[in-house]
C-alpha cells in the first residue's frame, strides 16, 4: 500500500502505519473514526470533542490528508469518560484534568509493572 493511499498523515509511528488499514484495526491508537461518528458513539456534539482538543489539550485527532480530525478508540475512551464526569456536574476543564491525571496514572502503573517484572527476571551479579 502506498503512503498515498493511507487514511492519515501521522508520522508518529512510520514502520506501523505501513500497514494495510484491515491489519491496524485492532489497534486502539489507529486514528478510524470521523467526527461525526465519533460524536455518535459516544453521544456528544462534535463541537464537544473539538473543545477536548483545541480547548482543553486532552486528545490531539490524526487529521486526514483533507485536514479532517480522525479519532482513534483510545481518544473515544477519554472523551466518554469526560463525558460521564460532566454528566455528573462536573465543569468540563476540571473533568478533563482529571481523564488526564487518571491517564498518567495508569501509564505509570504499567511502567512500574513492566519494571519489576523485568527485575523479577534479572539474573543478580555476583560481586
Do not use: K, W
Not at 470533542?49 to 478508540?73: C, K, W, Y
Not at 495508569?106 to 523479577?120: H, I, K, P
Request: hydrophobic content about 35%; glycine content about 8%.
Amino acid at each position: 500500500m502506498s503512503p498515498e493511499s493511507q487514511p492519515y498523515d501521522d508520522r508518529r509511528r512510520p514502520d506501523r502505519d505501513r500497514l494495510p488499514v484491515a491489519d491496524r484495526l485492532d489497534d486502539d491508537d489507529f486514528p478510524a473514526y470521523t467526527m461525526g461518528r465519533a460524536a455518535e458513539l459516544i453521544g456528544v456534539a462534535p463541537t464537544f470533542l473539538r473543545a477536548l482538543g483545541d480547548e482543553a489539550g486532552l486528545i490531539d485527532p490524526a487529521r486526514s490528508g483533507g485536514g479532517h480530525r480522525r479519532f482513534s478508540r483510545r481518544q473515544l475512551r477519554l472523551a466518554a469518560r469526560v463525558r460521564e464526569l460532566v454528566d455528573q456536574g462536573t465543569p468540563v476543564d476540571a473533568a478533563c484534568r482529571i481523564v488526564g491525571l487518571e491517564e498518567r496514572l495508569e501509564r505509570a502503573e504499567r511502567d512500574n509493572e513492566e519494571l519489576r517484572r523485568g527485575e523479577a527476571g534479572a539474573v543478580p551479579e555476583h560481586r
